[in-house]
């Protein structure tokens, strides 16, 4: 079984011609390396661009063209991260929560291969600066943290699942425009004792009912494709340019974590509808015109709807501190940088002791200089 499995991992990687060691792709290139003698293969440029699939025949039946295949996915037991490691592999950490992965558990998945992928731009000893510059400037952060951010062993560079749709947007709308006019409204107050009269502006609105079509193409709606809640990635790394995306091409992800989609689909599809609606919603506003709107019933309808499975560079440092996991994200493209972090109540506490000390000790010696 074991042997089995070595196999159909080893199958898609590519072994250096001098020395036989793996070879990984290199961040901002289009080239695969040798670790060892450094020896540099160029990446096959794709024969097309990549295409967006038409959505309606997969969400009907997954799995039956060329377009998805068989891959070996390992599912961490403990917070669910399905994960495929282009790579010999030698520790297996999940990428998430570093809980060790067990070789024999890896299943054959069917996998809607991804259209395109967006290289990693930069590599893990660059992504390390990075996470050290930013630990430095953490305050309170307990000892041990900085430690373990800056620890090589804690972070990956993982490809992340989104899903993107495309969809030719048409709707329905009647709802109200509404119209700002102001009137004078007399009051009564008190001045130097007395009640005098005043008036002053306030805006009311004139509303009428009204009607119409919006149409539009609503273009890359980007949907993560994990779904377990640890997983999401903070808003503020998410500044990928898509512009840079490549034609999938599996040389890519040699050296990094892949991790699958958990997130079907259907369920992404059923995402990107909602925030169709929600521009429906916008572009109806904006149909309605005046001061302000109100939408009473929106009648959507989505055409030519396509979709497409994409993998997006992350670096994740992954480490537990007191019993709770923590995840750090640096984008591998962009380099933005965020994360939860715990405080040091210890540091706090001995910062609280130092001011409450050195109060104590100006009142002192005021008192005894005055
Ligand atoms: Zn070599
Ligand atoms: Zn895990």
Redesign the pocket.
Known sequence: MENEIQNAVSERKKSCVNCGAELRYKPGTAQIQCEYCNHIEAIEPAQHDFKELELGPYLEKMGTTHHSEKVMMLQ?K??G?NQHIEEHYKSLH?V??A?PLILEDAIAEDWILPGAVLPFQFDQKKSHQIFAQWVKGLWFAPNKLKKAALDPQHTKGLYLPYWTFDAQLYAEYTGERGTYYYVQVPYTTQVNGKTVRRTRQERRTRWSHTSGTISGFVNDTLIQASKQKPHSIPRKITNWNLNALTTFNTSYLAGFVTEKYTLSLKEGHLSSKQEAEAIARRWSKRDIGGDTQRVHNIMMRLSEETFKHILLPAYISSYAYQDKKYNFFINGQTGSISGKRPYSYWKIGALVLFIIVLIVGIMYWHETSS
């Open positions: 961490c403990n917070c991260a999940c998430y929560c809980t």
